[in-house]
């Protein structure tokens, strides 16, 4: 690998480099569309492949953070300090003039997003491995908010920054990202993160608890937290796995494919019952990432009824806007789904808490 080291540290056991910015460029193929894996809140990533063979993830970063050099550096530096199994492992960044790279480790099944909302991909999920998903990433928040040496809001907690490795273990992506940004960046795609902070207050790890709530829902259901019409109402899946638990029909929006396994769907439904916890609109009284993974752990703890979701909403029929169909029985995938949404991250980031 043709590779300049500028700045080496080591953190307990890891190792930690500056990356020469060429070497990534070329890596990434000049960070073509063809290697582009996915774009997140704070900058697109991309397969990186140096000259050893080693692959790489590679985030780059919006630009102009208005941070200096030495500034950034000491930020991941930071970043770099948290280790924990559900969080992807930072291997070292590259800098050059505004260009801001994070060098990943690359998992090989990509995001979550690519298989919880495919309908082939999909069925490969079972009850077992959705749970474990889930109780990982709610692992990984709770280190984060409680555990870890820092006191770290995600802010952005969404189905694609959660990645997953061989075995299909969760890792969060994109932790401490807005330590690498100033308060008031305003610009490119961080102005959708950053913007509702101002618009809703400041954040707390109970945006977190919410983005985490609204995961569970669409792991469980297998769609993600678009608009549906729902009867003569404009709904979104939080409002109808709201209905339908207060109305004895939680099972309904369970994805078909769970209930075609051994699993229980009494255990489904009380994970329902978690996620409907997680997004109430008080922030008070949404649990704490450690009661969560308590109630997870532990199913024989009566758990409280949670309170109408926010953004709960009955808006007026949309003629153009598509029915929310029932799944095929035969191929698991639901007709004429709704193609409108808020934009094109989870709701979660509105959370005004």
């Known amino acids: 690998m043709r590779l300049q080291l ?36 704070f900058g697109a990533v991309y397969k990186g492949t140096f000259e050893d063979g080693n692959q790489v993830a590679v985030k780059r970063l919006a630009r102009d953070s208005g941070q200096g050099d030495q500034e950034f550096k000491n930020e991941v530096l930071i970043v770099a300090k948290l280790q924990h199994r559900n969080l992807v492992r930072l291997l070292g960044f590259s800098i050059e003039g505004s260009e801001r790279l994070l060098i990943y480790e690359l998992l090989p099944n990509a995001s979550l997003v690519q298989f919880i909302f495919d309908p082939t991909k999909r069925t490969l999920l079972d009850w077992e491995k959705r749970y474990n998903i889930i109780k990982g990433i709610g692992k990984g928040l709770l280190y984060l908010h409680e555990d870890s040496r820092l006191r770290i809001i995600h802010r952005d907690m969404k189905a694609s920054n959660v990645l997953l490795d061989a075995e299909m273990n969760p890792e969060i992506a994109d932790f401490g990202m807005a330590r690498l940004f100033n308060t ?22 109970k945006s977190d608890v919410f983005s985490f709530g609204v995961l569970v829902l669409e792991v469980i259901a297998g769609q993600k937290n678009k608009r549906f019409l729902s009867g003569e109402n404009i709904e979104y899946l939080l409002g109808i796995a709201w209905n339908s638990w207060r109305n004895g029909t939680t099972s309904d929006i369970i994805d078909p494919i769970l209930k075609t396994g051994s699993c229980s769907l009494d255990d489904i439904i009380r994970v329902i019952h978690i996620g409907l916890l997680c997004v109430q609109e008080n922030a008070i009284d949404r649990p704490t990432m450690a009661s969560v993974i308590h109630m997870l752990n ?24 598509p029915l929310l169909h029932e799944y095929s029985s035969s191929t698991g995938s639901r ?19």
């Open 6 to 41: 500028k700045l080496y540290i080591t953190i307990g056991t890891a190792e930690y480099f500056q990356y020469d910015f060429s070497t990534v460029k070329a890596a990434t193929n000049d960070f073509s569309e063809e290697n582009k894996l996915g774009q997140g809140g």
């Open 335 to 353: 007709s004429r789904l709704s193609q409108h949404s808020i934009n094109e991250v989870s709701v979660s980031i509105f959370v005004p808490r």
């Open 184 to 205: 008031d960046e305003t610009r490119g795609d961080t102005s959708r993160i950053v913007g509702t902070k101002a618009l809703h207050g400041q954040f707390s790890v």
């Open 298 to 321: 532990s199913f024989s703890i009566t758990l409280p009824v949670p309170a109408e979701p926010a953004f709960f909403m009955h808006n007026n029929i949309n003629p153009e806007m």
